[in-house]
């Protein structure tokens, strides 16, 4: 694959002016923005600018509604549950987020639920949030149906990802993970590739194991309800298919159940509705506990005991969660972020449409490798 | 291996008279082994009443105080700090958890936070608690290193169960599982039987992948600090590795690092001191999220898809979580519980030790295949 750099500057700008274009005023833009370019810079591009193209989609046919605002509708001093009234998940969950962390920040802790939402983009954009005000805090959304549970063959479940966030020394405990196996994208990856999925990854329609991507991929994208990615820990109990089903149970009780929303198997697709997707911030203050900085000092001893840990292979390093995603920011920032020219050649048809100069963010690039998409609005 | 049927009644009296003989109070030894009992009830036969030898034996090295209260080090409406002071674990943990409960009723949420206590049976107990009285519940525990984490030899992390129990119909959701991909007890079976243990299981001293379940267990039992169990998620982060290595962090953080207590690597076995085990418990009332009774119809419904869902073998059923322990239940309470006969004999010996006729719960059984265990306190 062919790419193309860009300065994390520039990026920013061409997203900012494009969402403001998309209908959605300056600040809000901005927002969006940072939540996608945190994506890009942390290295998980499948949630980066690179899904850009997808929220001009759903803004196109009525899913996201780029002038509606998230409502609460039911609230207590350590709770809220919010209406996200098919507006943009980011902003619905930036609101969201803040909210959980102004009631942590006078009852200690909060728990805020969302339903009637949209794609949020990393949940763990909203952990750092509150993580970078000193508090704890938990993150989970549901999705389209993408996991067949313990001995099903029916996908119901999301890709349902927790992600949990503390405050520690060089670097907090940044975790951010869904409980599927593998990610969707890592079966688009196989497929270009022509490998093989390992075990453990994913099932046919039939239920049984399969190693083919693309007779995944059918299954999924063309929605057929059974086949799909396993959860953490596999096909069988013996290697712990129940607990990853039991994780992605979790992350949905929290959101959907609690919210009163969708469950992964509920979302829709049609136009001019909301997908339906739930979100739940949980926002813990660490002064519940007492002194705050000897929970941070205490868990910063932690993580570096664990980093030096004895090495299975003295060259392959131990990392704690959110340290790669720490060196991936440093390097991205210093040089720049690789773009896939299929993904540019997406980001210049939007320009078009939207009547903006391409040139003049993304400069006279050569794109004949770039592979057409379907994408049509 | 030969098993001696008991009775629920028969266990229950023999478990309390002798946790009284131990030197706690009437009302503690019911509460002992009230926790003891519901691991043999839902088939965790490795958290039940075989484990009382080993309690017995703390008691005796003075790491468990008999005479010892836990106690509110900090506090607010919403949390509490406890200090276990070297009590049994299973008291501690239903004073904390009420206090959870009691706390939740009034403000909502809670999170109470355990440090110096010790081995306090399965989390679920806990969670039940909350559960029964219509709240939702997460208990986490940590324990002795036992797990080596992703690119590690060195096990630091514990078993660290997550447990999580929600209110509904026709059975609560009730998930309680081990961040490693087995339990220890699993190798034990497998060493028995000179079964070769499963990819993903388990590495040697050396980090390496093993498949020799006494070659592991050598490693843990002879506290050689490396080799160990594997998170569930496996060796690699292919399989997700490092997903089952944040789970137990998570464990980890919310209760050793938020209780400013020992975590699983300084965990100590030492005579007249507590293990050293931390524990947290957190209720939420299903209220702060409006009509609890629809909430509970919610996950109801949603339970039962998952139920029904297309299996991928028609003859296994598809489960939730906590309805298999369900239908263990009912049957225990029917058929009696099996005990093996090597447990039986440490009951025994027991008796011996503490000048009771042990007949008089036992009966007379045949104790010739039983395997002389090297306990001795």
Same mark, same amino acid.
């Given at each position: 694959?062919?790419?193309?750099?860009?300065?994390?500057?520039?990026?920013?700008?061409?997203?900012?002016?494009?969402?403001?274009?998309?209908?959605?005023?300056?600040?809000?833009?901005?927002?969006?923005?940072?939540?996608?370019?945190?994506?890009?810079?942390?290295?998980?591009?499948?949630?980066?600018?690179?899904?850009?193209?997808?929220?001009?989609?759903?803004?196109?046919?009525?899913?996201?509604?780029?002038?509606?605002?998230?409502?609460?509708?039911?609230?207590?001093? #350590?709770? @809220?549950? +919010? =209406? !996200?009234?098919?507006?943009? $998940?980011?902003?619905?969950?930036?609101?969201?987020?803040?909210? %959980?962390?102004?009631?942590?920040?006078?009852?200690?802790?909060?728990?805020?639920?969302?339903?009637?939402?949209?794609?949020?983009?990393?949940?763990?954009?909203?952990?750092?949030?509150?993580?970078?005000?000193?508090?704890?805090?938990?993150?989970?959304?549901?999705?389209?149906?993408?996991?067949?549970?313990?001995?099903?063959?029916?996908?119901?479940?999301?890709?349902?990802?927790?992600?949990?966030?503390?405050?520690?020394?060089?670097?907090?405990?940044?975790?951010?993970?869904?409980?599927?196996?593998?990610?969707?994208?890592?079966?688009?990856?196989?497929?270009?590739?022509?490998?093989?999925?390992?075990?453990?990854?994913?099932?046919?329609?039939?239920?049984?194991?399969?190693?083919?991507?693309?007779? #995944?991929? @059918?299954? +999924? =994208? !063309?929605?057929?309800?059974? $086949?799909?990615?396993?959860?953490?820990?596999?096909?069988?109990? %013996?290697?712990?298919?129940?607990?990853?089903?039991?994780?992605?149970?979790?992350?949905?009780?929290?959101?959907?159940?609690?919210?009163?929303?969708?469950?992964?198997?509920?979302?829709?697709?049609?136009?001019?509705?909301?997908?339906?997707?739930?979100?739940?911030?949980?926002?813990?203050?660490?002064?519940?506990?007492?002194?705050?900085?000897?929970?941070?000092?205490?868990?910063?001893?932690?993580?570096?005991?664990?980093?030096?840990?004895?090495?299975?292979?003295?060259?392959?390093?131990?990392?704690?969660?959110?340290?790669?995603?720490?060196?991936?920011?440093?390097?991205?920032?210093?040089?720049?972020?690789?773009?896939?020219?299929?993904?540019?050649?997406?980001?210049?048809?939007?320009?078009?449409?939207?009547?903006?100069?391409?040139?003049?963010?993304?400069?006279?690039?050569?794109?004949?490798?770039?592979?057409?998409?379907?994408?049509?609005?």
């Amino acid at each position: 694959m062919s790419y193309v750099n860009y300065s994390v500057e520039t990026l920013k700008n061409f997203c900012e002016d494009i969402f403001e274009k998309f209908g959605f005023t300056r600040r809000e833009a901005e927002q969006i923005t940072d939540v996608l370019l945190l994506a890009d810079l942390y290295g998980v591009q499948s949630h980066g600018t690179q899904r850009l193209v997808r929220y001009h989609k759903s803004i196109m046919k009525g899913c996201v509604k780029t002038d509606a605002k998230p409502q609460i509708v039911f609230e207590t001093p #350590v709770s @809220a549950v +919010i =209406d !996200g009234n098919a507006a943009m $998940g980011q902003l619905t969950s930036i609101f969201a987020m803040n909210k %959980a962390i102004e009631k942590a920040r006078n009852v200690g802790m909060a728990f805020v639920t969302v339903r009637n939402s949209n794609h949020y983009g990393i949940a763990g954009y909203y952990t750092k949030m509150a993580c970078d005000q000193g508090l704890m805090a938990i993150c989970v959304t549901n999705s389209e149906s993408i996991m067949v549970h313990t001995n099903s063959k029916q996908a119901i479940l999301g890709s349902n990802p927790i992600a949990f966030a503390m405050p520690a020394e060089p670097y907090p405990f940044w975790f951010d993970a869904a409980t599927t196996v593998i990610p969707k994208g890592k079966l688009e990856v196989y497929h270009k590739a022509d490998k093989a999925l390992h075990d453990g990854w994913a099932t046919d329609e039939t239920g049984k194991e399969c190693h083919n991507a693309e007779q #995944v991929l @059918a299954c +999924i =994208d !063309g929605k057929k309800g059974v $086949g799909g990615i396993l959860p953490v820990g596999g096909i069988s109990e %013996a290697s712990g298919s129940h607990k990853g089903y039991g994780y992605s149970m979790i992350c949905e009780l929290l959101c959907s159940i609690t919210s009163g929303g969708a469950t992964s198997n509920h979302h829709v697709r049609k136009p001019g509705q909301s997908a339906g997707t739930c979100h739940a911030f949980i926002v813990i203050d660490p002064k519940i506990f007492g002194d705050a900085e000897k929970i941070k000092a205490h868990l910063s001893t932690f993580l570096q005991e664990l980093r030096d840990a004895k090495r299975a292979d003295e060259s392959v390093p131990i990392y704690t969660h959110g340290e790669k995603e720490m060196y991936a920011k440093e390097k991205h920032l210093r040089e720049g972020i690789d773009v896939d020219v299929s993904t540019v050649l997406e980001m210049v048809n939007i320009c078009r449409d939207l009547g903006i100069d391409s040139k003049k963010y993304l400069g006279d690039v050569d794109l004949s490798n770039a592979k057409e998409t379907t994408y049509k609005v």
